[in-house]
């Protein structure tokens, strides 16, 4: 059987190019998901929130490690989005039960290079993860926009996400 995938016609691009798809990673994937989850951590430290967001993360310092266990976790889904057969983004969703039974998922990173963006690719991801979240019986799915984020914020309303709660953070000391 094949892995599943999404693809994306751009309106962005020339007549004719299409953003391939987006399809499951695999352990061949892990050089390029380690550089891919090293750019996007880089380009969110400087974000309003993205300081204390990289504080808190515990895989800032052993990308290839997260993503590794990503790939061999049964709970874990991990796509890779191409534009004309190369890598240039990807999506990492854990899909878990909640304290009541019922499944959940997180969209818990999701990254596309800056020279890739507006034409498909992370469309092409949220179509691919939602999609699996849905098929895996997910009564809903959580992702995270940091503020002043409009891109990110209006990208996750684009496809029928809103928020939920509001995390409020002060600096002591």
């Known amino acids: 059987a094949s892995a599943p995938t999404a693809g994306v016609r751009s309106r962005d691009l020339p007549e004719g190019l299409i953003v391939e798809s987006s399809r499951l990673a695999s352990a061949q994937d892990l050089e390029v998901l380690t550089a891919l989850g090293e750019r996007a951590r880089a380009e969110m430290r400087p974000k309003r929130g993205g300081d204390i967001l990289a504080r808190l993360d515990v895989h800032a310092s052993a990308v290839d490690d997260r993503m590794a266990q990503a790939l061999a976790d049964q709970s874990s889904v991990v796509a890779v ?5 190369v890598p240039v983004g990807y999506g990492l969703m854990t899909v ?20 890739a963006r507006s034409v498909g690719v992370g469309e092409s991801l949220a179509e691919l993860l939602l999609g699996i979240a849905a098929d895996r019986g997910a009564i809903g799915v959580d992702s995270l926009a940091l503020p002043g984020d409009r891109a990110t914020k209006n990208f996750f309303e684009s496809r029928g996400m809103v928020a939920r709660a509001i995390i409020v953070h002060r600096g002591v000391g």
């Open 96 to 115: 878990t039960e909640a304290a009541d039974g019922s499944t959940h998922a997180v969209i818990e990173e999701l990254f596309v290079e800056p020279e």
């Open 81 to 85: 989005g191409m534009v004309t057969g």
